[in-house]
């Protein structure tokens, strides 16, 4: 007796949702990133308004000065979604972990000159605070923006400025053997000391902004644009060449997590400029208008590593942020 098995192909009737199909075709398959993301937020049928803010909607494109004929022009150029953010932060995690286990195991930070440390502890460990900061402004824009690419982009964010803070945390233990003087320290100096009040003026200013947009352009635009290569590259590249190298291994998160961040600020940048002349001139007056509050504040902080030369390392930080933006179509 002879079996015979024929193998049939059975062709779907589609393979796209229909939401999807309307934007990349109907005979090509999405991607999980685009499944993820496009026209996931709903545009009709909402539930009363807010008692807080009658005057919109749950959803309102509204809410900011910027205007999109289509909000989902943007999409992120790392194509996150949950599964691949998450993916990624454990594999980061992991190795941090292992970072901060080799570090505490063998002492590094014992060999570190003293005044070196010092420095660390003066500004770096009140970085703590600012990553708080910058995790309320992300989740007010994933709260009150428009468009899940750019709303679900800020969450993450958000959640990766946390994790930032409580890695400074570590440090700030690490170095005092688990004692909190540092921290404590690292409080005070927020909250009293007059290097670090104009940026925590800034700060608290930027909570209570209307438009999220600009909320956006202040945090992730100007201020990381001009912190994080002023104390996690040029600060901490000085001091590890002070002796301070196995401090490298306790930030290397922050430094990779920066070069990453770029990529979709300036794509987010260039979409919406390119949009309308309106909205390059409304970014390139937010931009302004931040880099002037913001480049004092960062002057006073980089006293405290860079002495003299803290307003010209401020100011090639600057330049390069300006440099950056005019590629993207806002020019300052």
């Not at 923006?145 to 993450?156: E, M, Q």
């Not at 007059?194 to 800034?202: C, E, G, K, S």
Request: proline content about 4%; glycine content about 4%; hydrophobic content about 45%.
């Amino acid at each position: 007796m002879s079996l015979s098995i024929a193998a049939k192909e059975i062709k779907p009737l589609r393979i796209n949702y229909a939401h999807i199909a309307r934007r990349v075709g109907e005979n090509k398959p999405a991607t999980r990133y685009q499944e993820a993301v496009y026209d996931v937020q709903p545009t009709t049928n909402f539930h009363y308004p807010a008692t807080w803010d009658t005057e919109h909607q749950l959803f309102d494109a509204s809410r900011t000065a910027i205007k999109m004929k289509d909000w989902y022009s943007f999409t992120d150029p790392r194509q996150y979604y949950y599964t691949a953010y998450v993916t990624a932060r454990a594999k980061q995690q992991e190795l941090m972990e292992n970072s901060f286990e080799m570090v505490e195991k063998h002492n590094l930070l014992q060999n570190i000159p003293a005044e070196v440390l010092d420095i660390v502890r003066q500004t770096l460990i009140p970085l703590r605070h600012v990553e708080y900061g910058a995790n309320l402004n992300n989740q007010d824009i994933c709260d009150r923006g428009y468009g899940v690419t750019i709303t679900s982009l800020a969450s993450f964010n958000g959640f990766d400025r946390i994790g930032m803070a409580q890695y400074l945390s570590r440090i700030a233990l690490l170095l005092d053997e688990n004692e909190e003087d540092t921290l404590v320290a690292a409080r005070e100096a927020w909250l009293t000391n007059p290097v670090w009040q104009p940026l925590r003026h800034a700060m608290e200013d930027s909570f209570v902004l209307a438009d999220w947009f600009e909320i956006m352009v202040a945090q992730n635009v100007v201020m990381d644009g001009l912190l994080y290569p002023l104390i996690y590259e040029r600060l901490m590249a000085k001091l590890a060449a002070q002796g301070g190298a196995p401090l490298l291994m306790l930030i290397q998160f922050m430094t990779e997590w920066y070069d990453e961040t770029v990529r979709w600020t300036n794509q987010l940048m260039k979409v919406t400029a390119a949009e309308s002349p309106e909205n390059a001139a409304l970014l390139s007056q937010w931009t302004q208008h931040w880099l002037a509050r913001l480049e004092p504040a960062m002057t006073s902080i980089a006293s405290l590593g860079f002495g003299d030369q803290a307003a010209e390392q401020v100011m090639a930080v600057k330049q390069d942020l300006v440099t950056r933006l005019a590629k993207n179509g806002v020019k300052v």
